[in-house]
Nanobody
Framework: QVQLVESGGGLVQAGGSLRLSCVASGRSSFSTFAMGWFRQAPGKEREFVGGISRIGSSSTYTDSVKGRFTISRDNAKNTVYLLMNSLKPDDTAVYYC?????????????????WGQGTQVTVSS
């Protein structure tokens, strides 16, 4: 089992940047998991933002964030990051990290076994 805690959210103006962090703890080795970032805006379904493979050799992004967001991980620190640049008001949502007992990242919500509590990101225009 693993516990995930996100941090780094906040209020930022359009065009600004934020870096989210997600720290994992628990019995399982962090490098066992592929990691994903998701977001959910009010009244909308949870959507895939991006993911990174178990050892960080592969990453995938949804089209709306490609070129603006970057996912990285530090397995020695049990942490995955989401660097968000050129933020837009449409990026406003609660952001969640998730862990999957697989080698490669997946965009499916159902593909993840553990979830954090989320961190709010608000982008003002």
């Amino acid at each position: 089992q693993v516990q995930l805690v996100e941090s780094g959210g906040g209020l930022v103006q359009a065009g600004g940047s934020l870096r989210l962090s997600c720290v994992a703890s628990g019995r399982s080795s962090f490098s066992t998991f592929a990691m994903g970032w998701f977001r959910q805006a009010p009244g909308k379904e949870r959507e895939f933002v991006g993911g990174i493979s178990r050892i960080g050799s592969s990453s995938t992004y949804t089209d709306s964030v490609k070129g603006r967001f970057t996912i990285s991980r530090d397995n020695a620190k049990n942490t995955v990051y989401l660097l968000m640049n050129s933020l837009k008001p449409d990026d406003t949502a609660v952001y969640y990290c998730a862990a999957a007992y697989v080698s490669w990242e997946t965009p499916r919500v159902s593909g993840y076994d553990y979830w954090g509590q989320g961190t709010q990101v608000t982008v003002s225009s």
